[in-house]
């Protein structure tokens, strides 16, 4: 019977280990070369405008290296930027969401998710109001410990109208009114909070009318010098009256007479519209 030969199958295995180790080591620095070779081409194409190109090399990096958060925050961006089929926006949304997950503290990355939720509603407007929470939270945190407070609480009054929208998605409706008025009080300029919940006090909610109006009201008189305020004024009134003054209207005309929802609702308007005969042109009576 032969016997093992013990030294010759050390020696196999010694020189398989070498052999693996080395190839290890090659294939590694090949990968190397592969992933830069992949931001060098992407910082390329983007610089090039191949705002696509740049994105399909990022997407190939990150398959090779997953955990790069720098990269992620760029791939999101470039692929946002250059995504504009809406029935591709849900990659572009996944990826920022990914992109968040290994850059957890990015408040930026934080507000795209709920831009880009609320852009794909009805589906994703609990991830919306999600990742809301998380931002409201950051900003409460800022206010609470007396930092940066001005702008805080403008960040807080953006993020509780968007808040506002998703509640109004959701039917929602006193949570919606209760978010815009929230907002409100943190920056009296929001317009459109006033605007919505008036609306939701005389129409979902069937409360008085007169408290709709007074929140109308309310908000030309906190904001007296916009012409958008008139504006708003004069649409709502309209709405709920058969013939309204155009006081409003000339007056959001001479605060912003450049702003094109101003001019549009002038064009259209009954009691500013002007009907023009071409020159030469006699009517006839009948």
């Known amino acids: 019977m032969r016997k093992l030969n013990l030294v010759f199958l050390v020696s196999v295995v010694v020189a398989l280990f070498v052999l693996g180790g080395a190839a290890y080591v090659v294939r590694g620095r090949q990968v190397q070369r592969n992933v830069s070779a992949l931001l ?40 946002d930027e250059t995504t504009k089929d809406r029935r ?14 290994y850059n957890p503290d990015d408040p930026a990355l934080e507000r795209r998710c709920v ?34 407070v001005s702008s805080a609480a403008l960040e807080l009054a953006e993020l509780k109208e968007l808040e506002g929208k998703c509640l109004l998605l959701e039917s929602d409706f006193e949570a919606a009114a209760n978010a815009y008025n929230e907002a409100i009080s943190y920056d009296p300029t929001r317009l459109f909070c006033y605007v919505q919940r008036a609306r939701l006090d005389r129409n979902e909610l069937h409360k008085d009318p007169k408290d709709a109006d007074e929140e109308i009201e309310w908000m030309v ?7 958008l305020a008139h504006l708003y004024r004069f649409r709502y009134l309209s709405e709920i009256r058969p013939a309204v003054a155009d006081s409003d209207l000339k007056k959001a005309l001479k605060l912003s007479p450049e702003n094109p929802e101003v001019l549009l609702t002038a064009a259209l308007s009954p009691s500013r519209r002007k009907i023009r005969q071409p020159p030469g042109l006699i009517s006839r009576r009948v």
């Open 88 to 101: 591709r926006r849900e990659r572009v949304y996944l990826v920022c969401e990914e992109a968040l997950r």
């Open 221 to 227: 008189a906190n904001n007296p010098e916009s012409g």
């Open 115 to 148: 831009d880009l939720a609320l852009e794909l509603r009805p589906e994703r407007t609990a991830d919306a109001k999600r990742h809301l929470k998380v931002l409201l939270t950051q900003v409460a945190e800022k206010l609470d410990k007396g930092t940066e």
């Open 40 to 79: 060098d081409r992407a910082h390329r194409d983007e610089e090039q405008g191949q705002g696509a190109k740049a994105a399909e090399a990022l997407g190939q990096y990150l398959s090779l290296r997953p955990r790069d958060r720098e990269t992620w925050r760029w791939y999101a961006r470039v692929l």
